[in-house]
């Protein structure tokens, strides 16, 4: 790929103030890509401080609750008047909650679906008209192994993401002759705030120690007995948005140490 393809080019992660969303934007920004990170309520100075100084020039930060669709809109008004349109948009953000369904929280349940379904739709509809103008563009979904299998107690979430793998392929197909991909990246467990929640309220249960249920968690689910990285996720997403995927479309990348595999 040439060196000079991340240059000038306007990527957006969704939930970009920490776990995998912070490490796809940062692996952006050592492209030279012009990155915006985004969560509901960080602030730039906060973020950047986690940057190497040598990148820092190409960050931009907005807050946006990715539950309002207001909010998103002006997420992207913000950016074009500062950046231009946004060629790579990494839908990412993303929360989980955990109960039997007659339990769950009808509250939680519209916020799930809020930020980790509709507002791929959102954001994806902003960024198209952009997109097509210039006959290039990348879409990659932060799905999930929970977007192709269930899970006990995980209604919302795995409802949200089975749904976000569907407008994937839409997206996809809507788009196919132009320069417009949309793709999903599928990853088992991750390490990350997100997943060391559920580690601690499998210690709480279980009256376990925190590394003996993160060794419970990680067989229950993934037969290599290891976590994926935040690295390897971001390198294929580095991957989809290059010159070399062109022609993957609608496709889903299951990254989970085998979990789907059966
Ligand atoms: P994380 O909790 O570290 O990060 C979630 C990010 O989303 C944060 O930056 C948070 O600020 C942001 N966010 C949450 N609500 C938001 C809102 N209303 N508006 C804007 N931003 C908001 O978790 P993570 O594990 O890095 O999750 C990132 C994505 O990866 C999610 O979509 C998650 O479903 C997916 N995923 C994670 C795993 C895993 O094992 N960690 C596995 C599969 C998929």
Redesign the pocket.
């Known amino acids: 790929m040439r060196d000079t393809y991340y240059k000038d080019k306007v990527v957006l992660v969704?939930?970009?103030?920490?776990?995998?969303?912070?490490g796809i934007a940062e692996k952006f920004l050592t492209k030279g890509a012009k990155v915006v990170f985004?969560?509901?309520n960080?602030s730039k100075k906060e973020l950047q401080e986690l940057i190497d100084p040598s990148l820092r020039n190409n960050m931009t930060y907005f807050p946006?609750?990715?539950?309002v669709p207001k909010e998103i809109e002006s997420l992207f008004e913000k950016i074009k008047s500062s950046l231009g349109t946004v060629d790579i948009l990494i839908n990412?953000?993303?929360?989980?909650h955990l109960s039997p369904i007659e339990h769950f929280s009808v509250e939680k349940w519209d916020n799930i679906i809020a930020?980790?379904l509709s507002?791929s739709f959102h954001t994806t509809r902003l960024a198209l008209p952009g997109m097509k103008e210039k006959n290039y563009g990348r879409i990659i979904n932060?799905?999930?192994?929970?977007a192709l299998v269930g899970s006990a107690n995980k209604s919302a979430?795995v409802a949200a993401?089975h749904g976000l793998l569907g407008l994937t392929k839409v997206v996809a197909l809507e788009n196919a002759q132009t320069g417009v991909t949309c793709n999903a990246i599928?990853?088992?467990?991750?390490?990350?705030?997100?997943?060391k929640k559920q580690v601690e309220e499998l210690a709480k249960t279980e009256k376990l120690d925190f590394e003996s249920a993160k060794k419970k968690l990680l067989l229950e689910k993934q037969p290599s007995g290891k976590f994926?990285t935040i690295e390897q996720v971001s390198s294929l997403c580095l991957f989809l948005s290059g010159e070399e995927a062109q022609e993957i479309r609608g496709s889903s990348f299951s990254i989970d140490g085998g979990w789907t595999a059966t």
């Open positions: 969704t939930g970009s103030s920490s776990g995998l969303g912070f985004n969560s509901a960080s946006a609750d990715m539950s990412n953000a993303g929360i989980q930020v980790n507002a932060i799905c999930s192994a929970h979430y993401k599928s990853p088992g467990w991750v390490l990350t705030e997100l997943v994926v």
